[in-house]
């Protein structure tokens, strides 16, 4: 589950351990758990994406079983500060929340989302949406034009994710 491809493998995604960790770590296992979600950020090399770091929750986010609001604080900040330590190596590349459910799957309300914020995108490039599931990740980026491609795992099932 940390490596990703689309469109016939020209477009790649790797995911590091200290990512998938982050998503370990906000698993929706209990009925209580709320939703949880953040900024994406990482290097990009050509059509291909290593995600280096995700946000996890801040205290300003609104939580709930089904939803999740990024608060004004925390993950903006979070981005900035890595886009200039790295001299503009890491930068912003999408972003990612739990759902309750074993495989994801975007919502309405998630794809209306990443259409807005890949329509914002300065520098022109997909927004990469995740989803972290009880034993499944959904991956699609958007293109500024409203675009989706889905990408697919090149391992069969997320040994990380299921226990
Ligand atoms: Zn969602």
């Known amino acids: ?5 689309a469109n016939e ?4 995604i790797h995911l590091l351990p ?9 698993v929706q296992r209990s009925l209580p758990d709320p939703e949880s979600g953040g900024i994406l950020l990482g290097t990009v090399h050509g059509p291909h994406i290593e995600v280096t770091h995700a946000t996890p929750p801040f205290p300003t986010d609104r939580r709930t079983r089904y939803s999740f609001e990024r608060g004004s604080k925390g993950h903006t900040e979070v ?3 890595m886009w200039e330590e790295s001299r503009g190596i890491i930068r912003y590349i999408g972003e990612w929340h739990t759902h309750p459910e074993d495989y994801p799957s975007p919502s309405g309300i998630d794809l209306r989302e990443w259409k807005i914020s890949a329509a914002k995108r300065t520098d022109g490039r997909p927004v990469i949406g995740l989803i972290v599931g009880r034993k499944g990740i959904y991956i699609q980026g958007t293109s500024a034009a409203g675009k989706a491609i889905v990408y697919q795992t090149l ?9």
């Open 9 to 12: 493998g020209r477009f790649l």
């Open 18 to 26: 200290d990512v998938m960790a982050v998503f370990e770590a906000y």
């Open 155 to 163: 391992l069969g099932n997320c040994p990380a994710l299921d226990q």
């Open 79 to 81: 981005a900035d500060q």
């Open 1 to 5: 589950m940390m490596d990703w491809t």
